[in-house]
């Protein structure tokens, strides 16, 4: 079940942005300091949980019609990595990062009414370089977090569909994910779409910018191997994963096998699928054959995570990003019954 969040950021009549919320459950303590947390899910020589929605927040359909911060009124916004830089409207001075800590903003609903919102924290983590805002929404009087589990969020630069999840890049558009949510869990792991990796073959180097890591990312975590939007996992379900730039680096012994290859567009090659009621009655398998029977090719493949993949410089080097398999995963096969 899709529940997403978004939103158009006007000032006037002059559009300065658009967004939308995106969250999922997580186990991580919300207590606990930033960058602590920040190791911990990054995954360094460590499986990772994951989980099944991409998002989850309060409100639809929201339309932004001013931004003000003690009176000021705000324009011209702009998102770069992960902060926020607008301008005063009564002297053109820039405002940025914490100078927005208690900016509030009017929510239009598409239904019509006007919601009031505010930004009630900003933390910025020096581990990461992302930016954590705490989002809220004026609910019957009470400031309420736009989060279904209270979590902070990163506001990341695009949309995405919210049935396909197929990322939408646009400048124009920016989307706050829920911190939890396979969006900002991708983010915080290292796939930061504002950040390029070196990859060399060779005397030849190239800049990757890992936007499509990140989205081939948002696949992964939510076993969506058709790349249709459909997850194939449980909350919590531990999964090991890697790549061939040494953001990720595979965690030997761990007792999982190998499940999938990820590209932006779902799996390149499965397997075996994470959850199945028993060996025989497997939903997930008979999706794959149902929907993109291409991708399924069962345990005994030697090609899926061969030395030949285009997951590797040496097949890669040339193949655009867009359609090269950029992640690997193991999993336990893990059975209901």
Known sequence: MHRYSCFTLLYGMALFGTGCLVDMHDTIDEATPIDTVALQARVSNDTILNGTEANGAALNGWRLNGWRLNGWRLNGLTLGNTSFTATKESDGSTLSGLDLLGSELEGELEGGGIVPLRIAAIIPSSTLGLNYYTVEYLNNGTWTNVCWNGAQAIPLSGQWDETSGDHLSDSSRFTFACRGAALAKCAEWG???????????????????????????????????????VAHTENGTSINIWDALGIQTQDLGTGMSFEAEWTTDGAACVKHTRWANS??????RDYILAYCPERWVGPSSTSCGGTTSTFHTASGFDIPLAVRRLLRNESYQNYHY
């Open 279 to 284: 060996v025989s009655d497997n939903p997930s």
């Open 191 to 229: 796939y930061q779409h504002f950040k390029t990796r070196t990859e060399c073959k060779g005397g030849t180097c190239k800049e990757h910018a890992l936007e499509d890591f990140h989205q081939a990312c948002t696949r992964m975590v939510r076993a969506d191997y058709c790349g249709d939007g």
